[in-house]
């Protein structure tokens, strides 16, 4: 009987105050693949970019652990996702993030030769990615 290859789907953000555009974000990048494993941004690293959580990183770990579509949550020490890809070695990576870091993504995806799906945020709007 022939074992079928499993598919690695990596996404990242801070996701905190959970909402239904997270799930759906999630739900989609665990479609695309067999095993979703998510990024989680630190409050030190939230802090730098954004704003200090309001869930503390802890709590945000338990919270999306408990998503049935979620199957492994990762920290994730820096803004641009590289040392998390090059460990975890993803076959897809799944971003919704602004243009800023969105362009950082696809410099690190193409490095590691991986497809990448994802949206970016600008004031205008949503611009889409596909694969390949």
Known sequence: MEQKKETVVYTYG???????G???LLQE???????????LFTDE?????????????DQRIEMLKALRFVDEVVSQD???PDTNLKKYKPD????????????HAILVARLLNLPLIGTFHT??????LSRK
Not at 14 to 20: A, I, K, P, R, Y
């Open 14 to 20: 801070v996701f905190d105050l959970l909402h239904v």
């Open 22 to 24: 997270h799930l759906q």
């Open 29 to 39: 990048a665990k479609a695309l693949g067999t095993k979703l494993i998510v990024g």
């Open 45 to 57: 690293v939230s802090k730098g970019f954004k704003r200090q959580p309001i869930i503390p990183l």
């Open 78 to 80: 820096e803004l641009a």
């Open 92 to 103: 897809i990576v799944r971003f919704q993030t602004p243009m800023s870091l969105g362009v």
């Open 123 to 128: 004031f205008f709007g949503n611009t889409y």
